[in-house]
């Protein structure tokens, strides 16, 4: 609620950023946006931290107990420590690769639409939108779901958020070939090509279909539907 309004929300934000945009604020004379960052960086800080704890965790008790003069193994307490440090390092690097591909190409990719209007939740317009703007990956059996974490169904996800994990597995086959049916975009592909798609739009080479909406304005019936010109589908 307190977001500087002249600083757009969807506006890339880094580390530096917390020491250069309070400066910036100060000399532009927004002294209340200028406290902000700092405000912001400690909030951000104390969600960091405790995640970095984590991966350093390995590495504690080797320590601990060396220091303590408790280490009990052949091996010296600091050779174990760093090992511990380097698995723990490289066990989160992983889990962030593998989080990364499983949460963040879902929605983007040369055949993804976005939009420039808004539209009201469960009219006909919004369903269309969750099959056009997400893209599942394999479905179908454990071993699948788990691996992906259950976010391989996202267009019944985002039709129907308030379905368990196993609902989804049974409503994909059902919604799909609803899709088919009626000539719906209904995307599901590979983790590791939805990744790649998303990373040539990430680096300007592809780029998102840009449109006001799926349906017209006179076919939507609901009213659910608030266009800003004249651009349908894929124009």
């Not at 880094?14 to 004379?29: E, I, K, S, Y």
């Not at 969600?47 to 965790?57: C, E, K, R, S």
Request: aromatic letters at 12%; glycine letters at 6%; proline letters at 7%.
């Amino acid at each position: 609620q307190r977001w500087p309004k002249s600083r757009p929300r969807t506006e890339p934000l880094t580390v530096f950023d917390f020491a250069r945009l309070p400066v910036q604020f100060l000399l532009n004379g927004e002294v209340t946006d200028a406290l902000f960052w700092p405000v912001l960086f400690v909030q951000w800080l104390l969600m960091v931290i405790p995640m970095m704890a984590l991966v350093a965790l390995p590495a504690v008790f080797p320590s601990v107990l060396g220091l303590a003069s408790w280490w009990p193994f052949a091996l010296p307490w600091q050779t174990a420590a760093m090992k511990g440090l380097i698995g723990g390092v490289i066990a989160d690097m992983m889990s962030n690769l593998h989080s990364f591909i499983i949460v963040a190409c879902n929605h983007s990719g040369s055949d993804l639409y976005r939009y420039s209007t808004s539209c009201k939740a469960y009219s006909a317009e919004w369903f269309l939108r969750c099959a056009y703007s997400s893209a599942n990956f394999e479905t179908g059996s454990d071993l699948v779901d788990i691996a992906y974490g259950w976010l391989n169904y996202q267009i019944e996800h985002h039709m129907f958020p308030d379905m368990t994990p196993l609902q989804y597995r049974k409503l994909q086959p059902l919604v799909k070939s609803v899709c088919k049916k009626h000539g719906v975009q209904y995307i599901q592909q590979n983790g590791f090509y939805r990744t790649w798609k998303m990373l040539r739009c990430a680096v300007g080479d592809d780029k998102m279909i840009q449109c006001d909406a799926i349906l017209p304005p006179a076919s939507a019936k609901d009213k659910g539907l608030v266009p800003a010109n004249d651009k349908m589908l894929g124009s």
